[in-house]
């Protein structure tokens, strides 16, 4: 049962979040908020021990909300309050931000595999069949079991069979270490480069988590462990040039080569090379 509250904005409490508030983003919801008031209230449920009385209210969801009243000094805030416990709040704090366009590919993957996660953990493991452990429906926030896991969230959340899967295999492969190290760079929505990351082995993860504290561009951190390219033989590769213009060029220019090189064509008379450079030698005079 849910029901509408206008609380204290210092009375609510705010736990470890799913999805951290970006301030940026708080700072221009904050703004909207200061110009046409809060649209969608905040999601909490009640917690009368939370930090020893001193917060009543525990946020489920709406933080970038919660952190732009605060910007503009709310000392009240609606809310909409629900009866749930610590792992059906995560539930909805999941739902809510699995519905919402901006999410990264990276929060897309991390709700995913957390919302699975919670759900097997409060009514067991689901396969194809149904719930093997389970038939409690003590859940009717979130959904009833009886179907794939899977299919309640490509069902609930409108995801296609593919999307599902990419998200799956970053949320469920991704170094923990790795997720956080690629948090607010270009790499974060980048799926084709989050799924590359999440096929590696998990010490190479870590490590390339750990090239990140130095170098903040994933795609050079990759590319540092490719082999270095033989060094080249710059004399060789000058030679080969040489021989190729040589080849390609006519009897004038091979004539006025020689000469700027400083070798007499005179000096290589009566060879093969000599007869052509007389021949040039004499167009050349001609002209």
Same mark, same amino acid.
């Given at each position: 049962?849910?029901?509408?509250?206008?609380?204290?904005?210092?009375? !609510?409490?705010?736990?470890?979040?799913?999805?951290?508030?970006?301030? @940026?983003?708080?700072?221009?919801?904050?703004?909207?908020?200061?110009?046409?008031?809060?649209? #969608?209230?905040?999601?909490?449920?009640?917690?009368?021990?939370?930090?020893?009385?001193?917060?009543? *209210?525990?946020?489920?969801?709406? %933080?970038?909300?919660?952190?732009?009243?605060?910007?503009?000094?709310?000392?009240?805030?609606?809310?909409?309050?629900?009866?749930?416990?610590?792992? @059906?709040?995560?539930?909805?704090?999941?739902?809510?931000?699995?519905? =919402?366009?901006?999410?990264?590919?990276?929060?897309?993957?991390?709700?995913?595999?957390?919302?699975?996660?919670?759900?097997?953990?409060?009514?067991?493991?689901? &396969?194809?069949? &149904?719930?093997?452990?389970? #038939?409690?429906?003590?859940? %009717?926030?979130?959904?009833?079991?009886?179907?794939?896991?899977?299919? =309640?969230?490509?069902?609930?959340? &409108?995801?296609?069979?593919?999307?599902?899967?990419?998200?799956?295999?970053?949320?469920?492969?991704?170094?923990?270490?790795?997720? #956080?190290?690629?948090?607010?760079?270009?790499?974060? #929505?980048?799926?084709?480069?989050?799924?590359?990351?999440?096929?590696?082995?998990?010490?190479?993860?870590?490590?390339?988590?750990?090239?990140?504290?130095?170098?903040?561009?994933?795609?050079?951190?990759?590319?540092?462990?490719?082999?270095?390219?033989?060094?080249?033989?710059?004399?060789?590769?000058?030679?080969?040039?040489?021989?190729?213009? *040589?080849? @390609?060029?006519? @009897?004038?220019?091979?004539?006025?080569?020689?000469?700027?090189?400083?070798?007499?064509?005179?000096? !290589?008379?009566?060879?093969?090379?000599?007869?052509?450079?007389?021949?040039? =030698?004499?167009?050349?005079?001609?002209?």
């Amino acid at each position: 049962m849910a029901s509408f509250k206008t609380i204290p904005v210092s009375s !609510i409490f705010v736990g470890e979040r799913a999805r951290p508030v970006d301030e @940026e983003v708080a700072t221009a919801i904050a703004a909207s908020m200061a110009d046409r008031g809060l649209i #969608n209230p905040l999601t909490v449920r009640s917690t009368p021990a939370a930090n020893g009385g001193t917060t009543p *209210w525990t946020l489920i969801a709406g %933080g970038h909300r919660l952190f732009g009243a605060k910007l503009n000094k709310w000392e009240e805030i609606d809310v909409i309050v629900v009866s749930a416990d610590a792992e @059906e709040a995560q539930l909805i704090e999941i739902s809510e931000n699995l519905y =919402r366009n901006d999410l990264t590919a990276l929060d897309r993957g991390i709700f995913v595999a957390k919302f699975r996660e919670l759900y097997e953990e409060k009514f067991g493991k689901i &396969g194809r069949g &149904g719930d093997r452990k389970s #038939n409690r429906n003590d859940c %009717g926030l979130i959904f009833t079991p009886g179907r794939e896991i899977s299919d =309640r969230i490509k069902d609930r959340f &409108g995801f296609g069979q593919r999307t599902y899967e990419y998200a799956s295999r970053i949320g469920l492969k991704l170094h923990p270490a790795l997720r #956080n190290a690629v948090r607010g760079t270009d790499a974060e #929505n980048d799926q084709k480069l989050l799924l590359k990351l999440a096929g590696l082995p998990e010490a190479k993860q870590a490590g390339i988590a750990a090239g990140l504290k130095i170098e903040p561009d994933v795609r050079k951190v990759l590319g540092a462990d490719k082999p270095a390219a033989p060094p080249i033989d710059l004399q060789a590769a000058l030679l080969k040039k040489l021989t190729a213009a *040589w080849d @390609e060029a006519d @009897e004038q220019t091979r004539y006025e080569f020689l000469v700027h090189a400083g070798i007499d064509p005179l000096d !290589i008379s009566g060879t093969a090379l000599g007869d052509m450079m007389d021949e040039a =030698r004499r167009e050349a005079v001609a002209a």
